[in-house]
């Protein structure tokens, strides 16, 4: 082999060392770029879970907020109305009472109040008093039931009202007392189609 021919050989297997090597690096340049691009994906992928789940639990936290303000108002609305169907129904309970003022069986009540009431005080003294609405029955009430009732200086819209100060007891029978406890008592009871409670 002449030195041309070795020259060439020598060049040819440099060139072919040189390709191999190249390749080797390119091929390993690729891994490394895949290798990173894989990880920025996988990154980038949990990065984007990771927000997607924020924002979810951010418009969860929304939702349950508008739905809880939602529930208030509902509340305080169905509130607002019992209190005024409740404010209606005592207007009409106390219109009742004035006309049932005007009937017989009103004075039939008041006796019956005033005899319980001297009944309980038995020998102890008694003060009963009427409400100044009632003023026009009591001459008829002081006759018939020989005792001597008092006119009260405030109204309680109807009934009778006794003192026994001796032992510092008051019996109310007075229509604005009941009123007060029914009131206070009163509930309204939500059925549902069913006639269910709901």
């Not at 939602?70 to 607002?80: A, C, N, P, T, V």
């Not at 006796?111 to 026009?136: C, M, N, S, V, W």
Request: proline content about 2%; overall charge negative; glycine content about 4%.
């Amino acid at each position: 082999m002449n030195t041309e021919e070795t020259l060439k050989h020598f060049k040819e297997i440099c060139e072919a060392d040189a390709k191999q090597q190249a390749e080797r690096l390119l091929t390993e340049h690729r891994s490394t770029l895949e290798q990173r691009f894989s990880n920025h994906k996988e990154e980038a992928l949990r990065r984007q879970k990771s927000q997607l789940q924020i924002e979810e639990n951010h418009i969860l936290r929304e939702e349950n907020r508008n739905a809880s303000i939602e529930r208030l108002d509902y509340q305080k609305g169905l509130s607002d109305l019992r209190e005024d169907l409740k404010d209606r129904l005592f207007v009409e309970l106390r219109d009742r009472l004035a006309n049932f003022m005007e009937t017989p069986e009103y004075t039939a009540m008041l006796k019956q109040q005033i005899r319980d009431a001297l009944a309980f005080a038995g020998d102890d003294e008694i003060h009963i008093y009427l409400d100044p609405t009632d003023e026009a029955l009591l001459q008829e009430l002081d006759l018939e039931l020989r005792t001597n009732l008092r006119i009260s200086r405030y109204s309680f819209l109807g009934g009778t009202r006794a003192v026994i100060p001796g032992k510092n007891i008051l019996i109310d029978n007075s229509f604005k007392s009941k009123l007060s406890d029914a009131r206070a008592r009163f509930q309204f009871t939500l059925t549902d189609d069913t006639g269910e409670d709901a």
